[in-house]
């Protein structure tokens, strides 16, 4: 699970912001969070956010804030996709650069900051990693594990000097760890059994997720199920959508896949090709294993602009599955972009799950939630207020057409 993400000094993000999955202490939705309940006194001890959506105009650098984590995603997992056989790993060979913000000469000599914190059944971690011309310049991990709460600091990596502690204390490295490789990805090739850093690298390979709508068919090679349960998943979603499709079959012949709709006319039954069937239909069973994957297994999905050619209503009907305790016993998230304004009210969400972007003046960016902005008289958004009307209205400070940010003190500093 996705507790929290920080990043500074990327692209259009000049400053540091901070994405938060930890639900705010406030009256809204609150059967339809994600819950984390002491075994004994069965008290709730702990609540996250099962969705997020960010908003802002074209070219407010919302995609940069998604596009960071899978930065961070990839400088960890590409080192070690490249020990690996076959092609498997998404990163194979794909090198992502590290760019700062670049209106600005002293940022671009600074190096780009990420931090997060992620939870595993058993701890939660906190990793950094300050990235400067493709050079670590530091690198830290610690932990919290879940049953004690005990926290313990497991490295600290700072220019030439690495220091291991705890549990790593034991471990041997090498004297010559290139500067451009993280000390977590090093970890990740030499000591995948260790039970930490398996537990670690169990998250970045399995439990968060980055839909690209580029290729369908593609995509859908990782999460297209063997599995049946992730399947009747799909199927019972598709009925629920009234796509008219019956059935489904996927066919892989020398790396080719090819998916066949199943489709039942008065009786009479054929197969049509998935690349044969309409773009918002594509689109649509493209998007479907990764939500089933999201969904069954309770892991993490990132998808920039998901209302692209999805009707309004399967936009809110995709979003309440996650908010529904019934449809997301595995406590998944969905976070994503969006320029659709038909959910934007409080009956689809909470306060803190609806996140805004826009630039300033000097071309960096802003992220903050509706629940932390204020006026300026200093008052909050009430939580029976008109989102949509508001925000269209620039009230909220990000102004949803092609122009900067309308207020810039509106936003909290």
């Known amino acids: ?47 996250f956010l099962p969705v997020s959506v960010i908003y802002g105009p074209n070219g407010g650098g919302k995609s940069n804030v998604l596009e960071a984590l899978h ?25 992502i650069p590290v760019k700062p913000f670049l ?28 990235i400067k011309e493709e050079n670590v310049v530091y690198e830290s991990l610690d932990r919290v594990k879940l049953e004690t709460g005990r926290r313990s600091a497991l490295f600290k990596r700072e220019g030439d000097t690495i220091d291991l502690k705890g549990e790593f204390s034991r471990i041997r490295i090498s004297d010559e760890i290139s500067d451009t490789l993280p000390l977590l990805s090093y970890l990740g090739i030499t000591y995948k059994k260790n039970m930490i850093v398996s537990d670690v690298f169990s998250w970045f390979e399995k439990d968060i997720d980055f839909l690209n709508y580029g290729s369908p068919l593609q995509e859908m090679r990782t999460a297209i199920a063997k599995s ?56 649509i069973f493209g998007l479907l294993p990764f939500i089933a994957k999201s969904l069954v297994f309770g892991t993490t999905l990132i998808i920039d602009e998901l209302d692209a050619k999805i009707h309004p ?51 960096n960016s802003k992220l903050y939630s509706l629940v ?26 990000a102004d949803p057409y092609l122009r900067k940010i309308i207020d810039w003190s509106d936003v909290n500093a």
């Not at 902005?373 to 008109?386: E, Y």
Request: glycine share 4%.
């Open 103 to 130: 209106f600005s000469n002293k940022t671009k000599n600074e190096p780009t900051e990420f931090e997060i914190f992620f939870r595993t059944d058993i701890a939660e971690y906190r990793y950094i990693l300050h």
């Open 372 to 397: 932390e902005f204020k006026n300026k008289n200093g008052k909050s958004v009430r939580k029976d207020a008109k989102f949509d009307k508001q925000y269209l209205e620039g009230k909220y400070g």
């Open 1 to 47: 699970m996705l507790s929290q993400f920080t990043v500074k000094n990327y692209k259009s993000i000049r400053d540091e912001i901070t994405l938060d999955m930890q639900a705010a202490a406030i009256s809204e939705h609150e059967n339809e969070i994600i819950k984390i309940v002491d075994k004994e006194s069965k008290d709730v001890i702990e609540s």
């Open 71 to 95: 930065t961070l995603e990839a400088k960890v997992l590409r080192p070690v996709c490249a020990t690996c056989p076959g092609n498997d790993c998404g990163y194979k060979g794909k090198k």
């Open 228 to 283: 049946d349960d992730l399947k009747q998943l799909i199927l019972k979603m598709i009925k629920e959508m009234n796509l008219d499709i019956d059935d489904f079959r996927v066919e892989e012949k020398d790396d080719n896949l090819e998916v066949y709709m199943k489709h039942n006319v008065d009786g009479y039954t054929e197969e049509i090709s998935l690349s044969d069937e309409s773009s918002g239909t594509q689109k």
């Open 313 to 363: 209503l399967l936009l809110r009907y995709i979003i309440e599955l996650y908010t529904s305790p019934i449809s997301n016993k595995k406590m998944g998230q969905l976070v994503f972009t969006s320029h659709d304004l038909s959910t934007m009210n409080s009956e689809v969400f909470r306060r803190d799950e609806i996140w805004f972007v826009a630039k300033g003046n000097q071309q």
